[in-house]
C-alpha cells in the first residue's frame, strides 16, 4: 500500500491557514493509505505559527515544522521534504488556491509509472503581471532547459520520495521547482502532467511577483544551469 506524506508551506498565512490544513485533512483520510500531513511555517511574522500549533492538537497525523528567520518558498519545501517520511510526497501551498481532491489525478499518473507528477493550472487566476513573469520564466527554462511541463512553478505537485535520493535541491527561493524538474529530467525520471484548477486567493497576500523574488530566481537560475552541467560531468 502506497503511504504519502503532504506538505504545505506557508508564510504569513494565517487567513488560510486554518481552513487548508482541515481540506486536505478532511481529503487525505478519504484516500484510505497511510499519510501525514507536514505544515511548513516559513518564519511567518502572523500567528500562522500559533494557528498551526493548535492544528497539532485535533488534527490527526498532522506535523508543524517551524524555521525563522523566512527562508523562502524553496526552503520551505525542502524542510518540508526532509521531515516528510513516506513513500510519496505531495506538495500545495496553504493558501487555498488549489482543491486537493485532485490530488487523485496525480495519484493515477503516479500507478501507471511516472516518477513526478506536476499540475498545470488550467484556467490561472491570477493578475495578468504575474501571468506575463510566469510565460517569460517558462520560456527562458524552456530555453535553457529543453521541455519539462507547461506550467513550471504550479505549487501542486507530487512526487516519489526516492526521487530526492538522486536530485540535490539548493535554491531557497523561486528557482526550487525548475531545479527539481531540470535535474530530474537530467537524471532520466518520467516527468507527467495534468490539468488542476485554480481558484482566486481570497485572503492573504501572495509573494511570487515581488521584485526580489523574481531577481533571485533569475540569479539561481544562471548558477543553477552551471551546477547542473558540472554534475552531470561528473557522472559521466
Not at 525563522?68 to 510526497?89: D, H, M, Q, S, V
Not at 530530474?184 to 481570497?202: M, N, S
Request: charged share 25%; with cysteine.
Amino acid at each position: 500500500m502506497t503511504s504519502l506524506s503532504i506538505v504545505l508551506p506557508a508564510y504569513n498565512e494565517e487567513a488560510n491557514v486554518e481552513r487548508a490544513v482541515e481540506h486536505v485533512s478532511a481529503v487525505a483520510q478519504q484516500l484510505g493509505i497511510d499519510y501525514e500531513i507536514i505544515l511548513v511555517n516559513d518564519g511567518s511574522k502572523d500567528r500562522t505559527g500559533e494557528i498551526g500549533r493548535q492544528l497539532e492538537q485535533r488534527i490527526p497525523n498532522f506535523r508543524l515544522v517551524e524555521h525563522y528567520p523566512n527562508r523562502g518558498y524553496g526552503g520551505a519545501l525542502k524542510a518540508g521534504f526532509a521531515a516528510a517520511t513516506k513513500e510519496l510526497i505531495a506538495f500545495v501551498p496553504a493558501d487555498n488556491q488549489f482543491d486537493f481532491r485532485e490530488v487523485t489525478r496525480l495519484l493515477e499518473r503516479i500507478n501507471e509509472g511516472a516518477d513526478i507528477v506536476s499540475g498545470y493550472r488550467a484556467r490561472r487566476q491570477d493578475h495578468f503581471i504575474r501571468k506575463l513573469n510566469a510565460l517569460g520564466w517558462n520560456m527562458l527554462v524552456r530555453l535553457l532547459f529543453g521541455y519539462l511541463c507547461r506550467d513550471i512553478d504550479c505549487g501542486f505537485k507530487l512526487f516519489r520520495r526516492s526521487v530526492l535520493d538522486h536530485v540535490p535541491l539548493v535554491s531557497n527561493g523561486a528557482m526550487i521547482d525548475t531545479e527539481f524538474l531540470a535535474g530530474a529530467k537530467a537524471r532520466g525520471f518520467r516527468i507527467a502532467e495534468v490539468p488542476v484548477t485554480h481558484l482566486p486567493r481570497v485572503a492573504g497576500a501572495a509573494t511570487g511577483a515581488n521584485l526580489k523574488v523574481i531577481l533571485r530566481a533569475f540569479r539561481d537560475l544562471v548558477r543553477f544551469r552551471v551546477r547542473l552541467s558540472r554534475e552531470l560531468r561528473q557522472r559521466s
